[in-house]
């Protein structure tokens, strides 16, 4: 079993910056890779950022240019660098990770989800 740990969110103006962080913890067999997600209360849950375990990051429209990442492979750690945020990004935030054998890389075998964590962007 996986669990994931965020940390990170909080209340910032317009302009600024946040740093979100993922820890993974948990035994499990395969590898995984991981995400950050967002929602706003009546909307879906929409995707931010990818970081595939073989792989390189993959950033929404919305955010790239101003969102960037890195990830810790050994440590199953994410971090989100959230730079001239904006009203519209505040929503929750989820850290997710999708496990995977590497004999079946492309067979999902288990979702993971944090419990999110609260960005709000407001003067």
């Known amino acids: 079993q996986v669990r994931l740990t965020e940390s990170g969110g909080g209340l910032v103006q317009p302009g600024g910056s946040l740093t979100l962080s993922c820890a993974a913890s948990?035994?499990?067999?395969?590898?995984?890779?991981m995400a950050w997600y967002r929602q706003v209360p009546g909307k879906q849950r929409e995707l931010v950022a990818q970081f595939p375990q073989d792989g390189i990051p993959n950033y929404a429209d919305a955010v790239k240019g101003r969102f960037s990442g890195s990830r810790d492979s050994s440590q199953h750690t994410v971090q989100l660098q959230m730079n001239n945020l904006k009203p519209e990004d505040t929503a929750v935030y989820f850290c997710n990770a999708e496990r995977y054998y590497r004999e079946t890389p492309t067979t999902l075998e288990d979702v993971y989800w944090g419990q999110g964590t609260q960005v709000t962007v407001s003067s």
């Open positions: 948990g035994s499990f067999s395969g590898f995984l890779n």
